[in-house]
């Protein structure tokens, strides 16, 4: 046996190890991660819907909630909770869990940090768009409505710690909210201004509103503004942000 | 003829005596018995008590003043709403005395005289004694009065008549006091007490007839309105707690979670506004009690074996849905998540809650014991009645398992996500 046979054999078995090896690797059915204590793990019932991310869910209605003001999160799960707001799926989850505890929840989803997904595609006609725009950011002076951005800051990306942002929301999802709002049945702490807004607007208005926020491209890196003017009109949700901080 | 008619009219008048006589007998036979005593530990008393009844979970509307009432207990009848507890005179019981609760809770009549419908549960209430009465009377005047008008229930016709609720007082409702057993200890004469009186644990653990009076014996119910089944207590297949350590099963009443078994649910809603509030002495004498109920092993049914497509179907979503958590095998993660594999919740079989488990998710309630949590996602967004049919099939089936197949049928009889009111 030559020294070249030899050297080609140990070539062949050190081919055939490293294929077997490989073989063996690939043969390791792909493990998940053991379940962590961590919020991550225990807001799994969450995240089914508002994506591992707390993106808008699955059939594009659920809401984004990552990164939203967290006193504003905090206040949806009580109103849930509570019977302010109506989405049996969402008070059954909520029933048995403490005030302390959707404190935690809503500080976890405040602080997540996930790139936004692409707008929606703008479908309203130029003249309506603009008009849309107008009411969004001017409001109506004659009929006592105030901007959007007025309360939900100049770039609608929300003011902390209780108004929400009105970007990266699912159209329909905006327009039900303010239909909720106008009929009554979602409910924020009294003085309730949305409602008051809500009944002001009318259908085809909040309609075109819904449609344009949702066609909004957001910047990168857009968060919720650190602090806003004074609210042209009352809200019992930011007098009470305003009053559990200075307690 | 003449004679007829006579004897006919007796046996009318009878009739109508015995007829009134069970809707009012053992009236005023129970005087009061609080002397001037401490009255903050009366109070402090009451206020325990009525954790041990879970009297707020109906008597405080989602989101209302606390004990102030409106909230709707559908039955099958109609809707029934909790009145105002609070002692506003106007619209609550301020005008009330210990007497009229008394008589409430052991005769089911109202302070005006009308009959009181069984969703408050007298026909268990009937059992408490006056002491304790009476320190839920006192309990429930120190609360803040509020003024909130009872709202009237919604009952179909003929419920909806005193008159019928008389001939149902008269065929199912006896006025009675817990019978001490004397050869029993004392720990487990308490324990039956709170499980047949107060704890009214009976008006879901037991079966209804058509007219929805219940038995005595814990044999598991259907909640049809809830779409929950509360499981047989005698039933080892269930939930019966023969063999257990005392310790686990106050545990779970405790904490809503022991080893090898978490509370769902109905259950859940006990837990969290009851149980977890009572002493240990108290859970542990209701452990004893339940411990010793008599038990039945339900014969295994020869089940059919599950559709080989149906259970690889179930086999692929619970690959991709449910494995992360509850283990390839099904074997759980301790302290999280609830091993599948051998739990009698699972292999149940009536497969509501299995069914229901997934539609709606959840969490274990908030304990001392079960801080923080982890949550179930409510699969009614994500997986349609047909898979949720195969995924529950397959569990059933899976690693051991051996229970009938569910339908997609069954799980769209159920709802999507009606379970909170």
Same mark, same amino acid.
């Given at each position: 046996?030559?020294?070249?046979?030899?050297?080609?054999?140990?070539?062949?078995?050190?081919?055939?190890?490293?294929?077997?090896?490989?073989?063996?690797?690939?043969?390791? !059915?792909?493990?998940?991660?053991?379940?962590?204590?961590?919020?991550?793990?225990? $807001?799994?019932?969450?995240?089914?819907?508002?994506?591992?991310?707390?993106?808008?869910? !699955?059939?594009?209605?659920?809401?984004?909630?990552?990164?939203?003001?967290? %006193?504003?999160?905090?206040?949806?799960?009580?109103?849930?909770?509570?019977?302010?707001?109506?989405?049996?799926?969402?008070?059954?989850?909520?029933?048995?869990?403490?005030?302390?505890?959707?404190?935690?929840?809503?500080?976890?989803?405040?602080?997540?940090?996930?790139?936004?997904?692409?707008?929606?595609?703008?479908?309203?006609?130029?003249? =309506?768009?603009?008009?849309?725009?107008?009411?969004?950011?001017?409001?109506?002076?004659?009929?006592?409505?105030?901007?959007?951005?007025?309360?939900?800051?100049?770039?609608?990306?929300?003011?902390?710690?209780?108004?929400?942002?009105?970007?990266?929301?699912?159209?329909?999802?905006?327009?039900?909210?303010?239909?909720?709002?106008?009929? *009554? =049945?979602?409910?924020?702490?009294?003085?309730?201004?949305?409602?008051?807004?809500?009944?002001? &607007?009318?259908?085809? %208005?909040?309609?075109?509103?819904?449609?344009?926020?949702?066609?909004?491209?957001?910047?990168?890196?857009?968060?919720?503004?650190?602090?806003?003017?004074?609210?042209?009109?009352?809200?019992?949700?930011?007098?009470?942000?305003?009053?559990?901080?200075?307690? | 003829?003449?004679?007829?008619?006579?004897?006919?009219?007796?046996?009318?008048?009878?009739?109508?005596?015995?007829?009134?006589? &069970?809707?009012?007998?053992?009236?005023?036979?129970?005087?009061?018995?609080?002397?001037?005593?401490?009255?903050?530990?009366?109070?402090?008393?009451?206020?325990?008590?009525?954790?041990?009844?879970?009297?707020?979970?109906?008597?405080?509307?989602?989101?209302?003043?606390? +004990?102030?009432?409106?909230?709707?207990?559908?039955?099958?009848?109609?809707?029934?709403?909790?009145?105002?507890?609070?002692?506003?005179? %106007?619209?609550?019981?301020?005008?009330?005395?210990?007497?009229?609760?008394?008589?409430? $809770?052991?005769?089911?009549?109202?302070?005006?005289?009308?009959?009181?419908?069984?969703?408050?549960? +007298?026909?268990?209430?009937?059992?408490?004694?006056?002491?304790?009465?009476?320190?839920?009377?006192?309990?429930?005047?120190?609360?803040?009065?509020?003024?909130?008008?009872?709202?009237?229930?919604?009952?179909?016709?003929?419920?909806?008549?005193?008159?019928?609720?008389?001939?149902?007082?008269?065929?199912?409702?006896?006025?009675?006091?817990?019978?001490?057993?004397?050869?029993?200890?004392? @720990?487990?004469?308490?324990?039956?007490?709170?499980?047949?009186?107060?704890?009214?644990?009976?008006?879901?653990?037991?079966?209804?007839?058509?007219? *929805?009076?219940?038995?005595?014996?814990?044999?598991?119910?259907? $909640?049809?309105?809830?779409?929950?089944?509360?499981?047989?207590?005698?039933?080892?297949?269930?939930?019966?707690?023969?063999?257990?350590?005392? @310790?686990?099963?106050?545990?779970?009443?405790?904490?809503?979670?022991?080893?090898?078994?978490?509370?769902?649910?109905?259950?859940? @809603?006990?837990?969290?506004?009851?149980?977890?509030?009572?002493?240990?002495?108290? &859970?542990?004498?209701?452990?004893? +009690?339940?411990?010793?109920?008599? =038990?039945?092993?339900?014969?295994?049914?020869?089940?059919?074996?599950?559709?080989?497509?149906?259970?690889?179907?179930? %086999?692929?979503?619970?690959?991709?849905?449910?494995?992360?958590?509850?283990?390839?095998?099904?074997?759980?993660?301790?302290?999280?998540?609830?091993?599948?594999?051998?739990?009698?919740?699972?292999?149940? =079989?009536? !497969?509501?809650?299995?069914?229901?488990?997934?539609?709606? *998710?959840?969490?274990?309630?908030?304990? @001392?014991?079960?801080?923080?949590?982890?949550?179930?996602?409510?699969?009614?967004?994500?997986?349609?009645?047909?898979?949720?049919?195969?995924?529950?099939?397959?569990?059933?089936?899976?690693?051991?398992?051996?229970?009938?197949?569910?339908?997609?049928?069954?799980?769209?009889?159920?709802?999507?996500?009606?379970?909170?009111?």
């Amino acid at each position: 046996m030559s020294l070249h046979v030899y050297r080609l054999r140990t070539l062949h078995a050190a081919v055939c190890s490293a294929v077997a090896l490989l073989l063996v690797i690939l043969a390791i !059915p792909a493990q998940a991660a053991p379940p962590q204590d961590s919020m991550e793990q225990r $807001m799994l019932a969450c995240t089914a819907c508002h994506d591992d991310q707390g993106r808008k869910g !699955p059939d594009a209605y659920y809401p984004r909630i990552a990164g939203k003001p967290s %006193e504003y999160l905090y206040n949806q799960l009580r109103h849930f909770r509570d019977g302010r707001r109506h989405y049996p799926l969402m008070t059954g989850l909520l029933d048995q869990l403490s005030d302390a505890y959707l404190m935690e929840i809503a500080q976890y989803f405040s602080e997540l940090k996930a790139p936004y997904a692409a707008p929606e595609r703008a479908s309203l006609p130029t003249s =309506t768009a603009e008009r849309a725009r107008e009411l969004v950011t001017s409001g109506d002076k004659q009929r006592d409505l105030p901007a959007c951005a007025a309360c939900h800051g100049d770039a609608l990306m929300g003011v902390q710690p209780a108004v929400p942002g009105l970007l990266g929301l699912p159209t329909d999802y905006i327009r039900a909210q303010l239909g909720a709002w106008k009929s *009554g =049945t979602r409910k924020a702490a009294a003085p309730d201004c949305m409602h008051d807004i809500a009944e002001t &607007l009318t259908p085809l %208005e909040i309609s075109i509103v819904s449609a344009w926020l949702s066609a909004q491209p957001i910047p990168p890196g857009a968060a919720p503004a650190p602090h806003g003017d004074k609210p042209p009109k009352e809200c019992g949700s930011v007098l009470d942000a305003a009053k559990g901080a200075r307690q | 003829m003449k004679r007829a008619l006579v004897v006919f009219g007796v046996l009318i008048c009878i009739a109508i005596l015995l007829f009134i006589w &069970l809707n009012f007998r053992d009236e005023d036979a129970h005087p009061s018995t609080v002397s001037s005593g401490d009255a903050a530990a009366l109070v402090a008393r009451g206020a325990y008590l009525a954790r041990a009844g879970n009297c707020a979970a109906c008597h405080t509307a989602r989101g209302g003043a606390a +004990y102030a009432g409106g909230y709707g207990i559908a039955t099958p009848f109609g809707t029934v709403y909790s009145s105002n507890l609070t002692p506003d005179p %106007e619209t609550g019981i301020g005008t009330w005395t210990s007497d009229d609760l008394w008589r409430a $809770m052991h005769n089911g009549r109202s302070k005006d005289g009308r009959f009181l419908y069984p969703a408050f549960p +007298y026909p268990n209430y009937t059992k408490v004694t006056r002491a304790d009465s009476d320190a839920l009377f006192a309990y429930l005047h120190s609360l803040p009065a509020v003024k909130q008008p009872n709202r009237d229930h919604n009952l179909r016709f003929p419920y909806n008549t005193q008159f019928v609720l008389a001939g149902w007082r008269a065929l199912f409702f006896r006025p009675g006091v817990h019978e001490t057993q004397a050869d029993r200890s004392s @720990e487990w004469n308490r324990g039956a007490y709170l499980v047949s009186g107060l704890g009214h644990c009976s008006a879901c653990h037991a079966s209804r007839n058509a007219l *929805g009076a219940t038995d005595d014996a814990l044999n598991g119910g259907l $909640m049809p309105m809830e779409g929950w089944y509360a499981p047989s207590l005698h039933a080892e297949s269930e939930a019966s707690v023969s063999g257990w350590k005392t @310790e686990n099963v106050v545990a779970l009443l405790k904490h809503g979670v022991a080893p090898g078994a978490s509370v769902m649910g109905p259950m859940a @809603e006990v837990v969290y506004g009851g149980t977890q509030h009572l002493s240990d002495d108290d &859970l542990h004498a209701m452990a004893t +009690y339940l411990a010793s109920l008599p =038990t039945h092993n339900n014969e295994p049914k020869k089940v059919q074996p599950v559709d080989r497509n149906l259970y690889a179907r179930g %086999e692929e979503i619970y690959a991709k849905r449910c494995a992360d958590c509850h283990g390839e095998q099904g074997e759980g993660v301790t302290n999280m998540y609830p091993a599948l594999a051998g739990n009698r919740a699972v292999t149940i =079989t009536v !497969p509501v809650n299995t069914i229901r488990a997934v539609l709606s *998710g959840g969490f274990t309630p908030e304990t @001392e014991g079960n801080p923080r949590p982890y949550g179930m996602p409510p699969f009614a967004t994500l997986l349609n009645d047909e898979e949720i049919a195969a995924v529950v099939s397959y569990v059933r089936n899976a690693w051991g398992n051996e229970a009938s197949a569910v339908t997609a049928w069954e799980v769209g009889s159920l709802g999507r996500g009606t379970a909170a009111k």
